[in-house]
């Protein structure tokens, strides 16, 4: 697929770098990144060093020095905003909060490029458990059909972290009969999805602090990358 369509090869890596700085900034910080922050203060973390009382004194000494005169020097201009061509290729991002920080870093990656248009059509609070609040698979034709991208971009499940009605029943999250009901929802919006054979990039859901938060998540984007495999699309694990 990545060879057939080149720009996908781009687009990953922008996506790769700007969810790996949106997992940093948003709740979903991956515990590793967690722990490297906290191993300095903002004190070493601004002026080096490992908090010795060699450093303090160093930090002393930099308080004592003259502060430089504030420069009178005019603020360069805004740059130009890039017109978009009339038949810029369109990326359609769909999904939860996360593919909403996806969305900005796309459009920041690209905001010269006047050949690419990025279309955010996400909704922060959504999943695919709770399709009484948002239906994907409801929307998601009337969506692509008005926007005709040239690829689909989707992150999704940070929300589905929760109790599925099967057959009137409440199925507990991770359950047999819940991860059925999970793919056989996840299977029906990539048919959606790959109805026009549009190129499919699907990102999967960053680890999490808590371990069993981060179970949950392996367990989610181990079916997303089946179905989307199979599907002929490319599943991005982050």
């Given at each position: 697929m990545l060879d057939r369509f080149p720009v996908l090869r781009l687009m990953a890596i922008v996506l790769i770098a700007s969810m790996a700085g949106l997992a940093i900034l948003q709740a979903a910080t991956p515990a590793a990144a967690q722990e490297r922050v906290e191993r300095k203060s903002f004190l070493q973390l601004l002026f080096g060093g490992s908090g010795s009382s060699s450093n303090k004194s160093n930090t002393a000494r930099t308080s004592r020095v003259k502060k430089p005169t504030r420069s009178t020097k005019a603020a360069p201009p805004p740059e130009p905003e890039i017109e978009?061509?009339?038949n810029a290729r369109k990326i359609l991002v769909l999904g939860d909060f996360l593919a909403n920080g996806a969305a900005d870093g796309l459009n920041a990656a690209f905001s010269k490029a006047p050949g690419v248009v990025v279309v955010d059509r996400t909704?922060?609070?959504s999943g695919l458990v709770r399709?009484?609040?948002?239906?994907w698979p409801q929307e998601t034709p009337g969506i692509v059909a008005e926007v005709q991208p040239s690829i689909i971009v989707v992150q999704i499940g940070s929300n589905d972290r929760q109790q599925l009605m099967v057959d009137g029943e409440r199925e507990a999250v991770r359950s047999v009969n819940w991860l059925a009901e999970y793919e056989?929802?996840?299977?029906?919006?990539i048919g959606l999805l790959r109805t026009r054979n549009t190129p499919l990039l699907w990102i999967g859901l960053p680890a999490f602090k808590s371990p069993s938060m981060t179970t949950d998540v392996v367990a989610l984007n181990g079916v997303y990358r089946k179905l989307v495999e199979k599907a002929g699309g490319e599943f991005i694990d982050i």
């Amino acid at each position: 697929m990545l060879d057939r369509f080149p720009v996908l090869r781009l687009m990953a890596i922008v996506l790769i770098a700007s969810m790996a700085g949106l997992a940093i900034l948003q709740a979903a910080t991956p515990a590793a990144a967690q722990e490297r922050v906290e191993r300095k203060s903002f004190l070493q973390l601004l002026f080096g060093g490992s908090g010795s009382s060699s450093n303090k004194s160093n930090t002393a000494r930099t308080s004592r020095v003259k502060k430089p005169t504030r420069s009178t020097k005019a603020a360069p201009p805004p740059e130009p905003e890039i017109e978009k061509l009339e038949n810029a290729r369109k990326i359609l991002v769909l999904g939860d909060f996360l593919a909403n920080g996806a969305a900005d870093g796309l459009n920041a990656a690209f905001s010269k490029a006047p050949g690419v248009v990025v279309v955010d059509r996400t909704n922060g609070s959504s999943g695919l458990v709770r399709d009484d609040y948002y239906n994907w698979p409801q929307e998601t034709p009337g969506i692509v059909a008005e926007v005709q991208p040239s690829i689909i971009v989707v992150q999704i499940g940070s929300n589905d972290r929760q109790q599925l009605m099967v057959d009137g029943e409440r199925e507990a999250v991770r359950s047999v009969n819940w991860l059925a009901e999970y793919e056989r929802r996840t299977q029906q919006l990539i048919g959606l999805l790959r109805t026009r054979n549009t190129p499919l990039l699907w990102i999967g859901l960053p680890a999490f602090k808590s371990p069993s938060m981060t179970t949950d998540v392996v367990a989610l984007n181990g079916v997303y990358r089946k179905l989307v495999e199979k599907a002929g699309g490319e599943f991005i694990d982050i």
